[in-house]
């Protein structure tokens, strides 16, 4: 047994040491997160996940969802039902493109998680097409009405902020086109937006509105949040194959019911949830919540219009994460490793734009004094 457990130490030891010269991981230093998720938890909502362990069939588990429910109609500004899934926002994206759509989807992508809207639906067998703009650009509202002139969609999918291009799109001004075409389902990934930008979605005429909370929510990963239309669940209640655990009409009407889930949900996050909703809608409140991304956000671009280029068009710019065009060339891999080693965090560019850009994401509990106190470490570093 001695030997065992020495070995499993030597091989404990070993791969701390390899987190420490790699720049991987910092054991003993905390790493202010500005990377467009997960994010830093405020350590009075990390404590809610430590709450005791209840059965996910009792009352407690049914009061528990319901006040989250409720909180989350006033965070999405609606009164469609809501529902949480354990799983990432890819979950609820899946869910509903492939339980919304019964013609042709035609998915609008302003960057990689706009695309993968697209891959799930050729992943589950479901007819879509994609359109983009030109790079750095938004989704305009004609654009939109142009496809769905038509006839061939009968759902429509939309990034709201795009965190590999830092752009928002203007989904109000979609959402009234939309509203024009009444066989069609909008569906709007809001997963790095929730929780920082204000996003009206009974106004918007949402049917599936989603989000994860790792994100402007201000949680751990493994929890994602939606609201759900009457008019998404008529249609997929005419989809024959919805698969399994993901069958939207299964989640939502077992909600309906008594607020409980099909399949066990993750409690110790819920409690968490609940508890960061009261601070987000009590607290804080969400007008000054939602000023407060849009400040920090201005502070960021103003920078990177001094020092750099903004990727994104000025009149779409996301509120949350800020993506700024490398134009100096210098390497973005070796600032990260010595913002590490100084406490801080930042994102390279996605995908095709690694190392062409940067991203600087400032959601969720930043604040201005943190965000700041990151810009000045780059100026030094990079002798800006």
Same mark, same amino acid.
């Given at each position: 047994?001695?030997?065992?457990?020495?070995?499993?130490?030597?091989?404990?030891?070993?791969?701390? /040491?390899?987190?420490?010269? =790699?720049?991987? !991981?910092?054991?003993?230093?905390?790493?202010?997160?500005?990377?467009?998720?997960?994010?830093?938890?405020?350590? *009075?909502?990390?404590?809610?996940?430590?709450?005791?362990?209840?059965?996910?069939?009792?009352?407690?588990?049914?009061?528990?969802?319901?006040?989250?429910?409720?909180?989350?109609?006033?965070?999405? @500004?609606?009164?469609?039902?809501?529902?949480?899934?354990?799983?990432?926002?890819? !979950?609820?994206?899946?869910?509903?493109?492939?339980?919304?759509?019964?013609?042709?989807?035609? &998915?609008?992508? &302003?960057?990689?998680?706009?695309?993968?809207? @697209?891959?799930?639906?050729?992943?589950?067998?479901?007819?879509?097409?994609?359109?983009?703009?030109?790079?750095?650009?938004?989704?305009?509202? +004609?654009?939109?009405?142009?496809?769905?002139?038509?006839?061939?969609?009968?759902?429509?999918?939309?990034?709201?902020? /795009?965190?590999?291009?830092?752009?928002?799109?203007?989904?109000?001004?979609?959402? *009234? &086109?939309?509203?024009?075409?009444?066989?069609?389902?909008?569906?709007?990934?809001?997963?790095?937006?929730?929780? !920082?930008?204000?996003? /009206?979605?009974?106004?918007? !005429?949402?049917?599936?509105?989603?989000?994860?909370?790792?994100?402007?929510?201000?949680?751990?990963?493994?929890?994602?949040?939606?609201?759900?239309?009457?008019?998404?669940?008529?249609?997929?209640?005419?989809? +024959?194959?919805?698969?399994? @655990?993901?069958?939207?009409?299964?989640?939502?009407?077992?909600?309906?019911?008594? @607020?409980?889930?099909?399949?066990?949900?993750?409690?110790?996050?819920?409690?968490?949830?609940?508890?960061?909703? *009261?601070?987000?809608?009590?607290? %804080?409140?969400?007008?000054?919540?939602?000023?407060?991304?849009?400040?920090?956000?201005?502070?960021?671009?103003?920078?990177?219009?001094?020092?750099?280029?903004?990727?994104? %068009? +000025?009149?779409?710019? =996301?509120?949350?994460?800020?993506?700024?065009?490398?134009?100096?060339?210098? =390497? &973005? =891999?070796?600032?990260?490793?010595?913002?590490?080693?100084?406490?801080?965090?930042?994102?390279?560019?996605?995908?095709?734009?690694?190392?062409?850009?940067?991203?600087?994401?400032?959601?969720?509990?930043?604040? +201005?004094?943190?965000?700041?106190?990151?810009?000045? %470490?780059? /100026? *030094?570093?990079?002798?800006?």
């Amino acid at each position: 047994m001695k030997t065992l457990a020495f070995k499993v130490l030597t091989r404990y030891n070993a791969s701390v /040491e390899h987190l420490k010269n =790699s720049g991987e !991981g910092m054991i003993s230093l905390h790493i202010k997160l500005f990377i467009p998720g997960p994010v830093d938890v405020d350590p *009075d909502v990390l404590q809610r996940l430590a709450t005791p362990q209840i059965a996910h069939r009792s009352k407690t588990a049914t009061e528990l969802q319901k006040r989250i429910s409720e909180k989350l109609q006033q965070l999405m @500004y609606t009164k469609n039902t809501i529902i949480l899934s354990t799983s990432s926002g890819s !979950g609820i994206m899946e869910m509903s493109i492939r339980s919304c759509t019964k013609k042709r989807v035609a &998915v609008f992508s &302003v960057g990689a998680f706009g695309d993968r809207w @697209y891959q799930m639906a050729v992943s589950n067998n479901v007819p879509a097409d994609i359109f983009r703009p030109e790079p750095g650009k938004a989704v305009r509202p +004609e654009m939109v009405d142009e496809v769905l002139r038509t006839g061939k969609y009968d759902t429509v999918t939309i990034t709201h902020n /795009e965190t590999s291009s830092g752009i928002m799109n203007p989904v109000k001004a979609i959402g *009234d &086109v939309i509203k024009q075409y009444p066989d069609v389902v909008y569906l709007v990934d809001a997963v790095s937006s929730l929780g !920082g930008a204000k996003i /009206e979605v009974d106004k918007c !005429g949402i049917d599936v509105c989603l989000a994860s909370t790792q994100k402007c929510l201000g949680l751990p990963p493994g929890l994602s949040v939606a609201s759900i239309s009457d008019k998404a669940v008529e249609r997929a209640k005419t989809i +024959e194959y919805r698969g399994f @655990y993901l069958d939207l009409i299964n989640v939502v009407s077992r909600v309906q019911k008594d @607020y409980q889930y099909p399949a066990t949900p993750s409690t110790p996050l819920m409690w968490a949830l609940d508890y960061q909703l *009261d601070r987000i809608l009590y607290k %804080e409140g969400l007008e000054n919540r939602f000023m407060r991304h849009e400040h920090l956000a201005k502070i960021v671009q103003a920078w990177a219009m001094k020092h750099f280029k903004l990727f994104a %068009e +000025e009149d779409y710019l =996301s509120h949350t994460v800020t993506t700024i065009l490398n134009t100096k060339g210098y =390497s &973005v =891999s070796d600032l990260n490793k010595e913002l590490m080693n100084r406490g801080y965090m930042i994102s390279n560019g996605y995908g095709a734009f690694k190392e062409k850009a940067f991203r600087i994401a400032h959601m969720a509990e930043r604040t +201005e004094k943190d965000l700041q106190a990151l810009l000045h %470490e780059i /100026e *030094d570093i990079w002798k800006l």
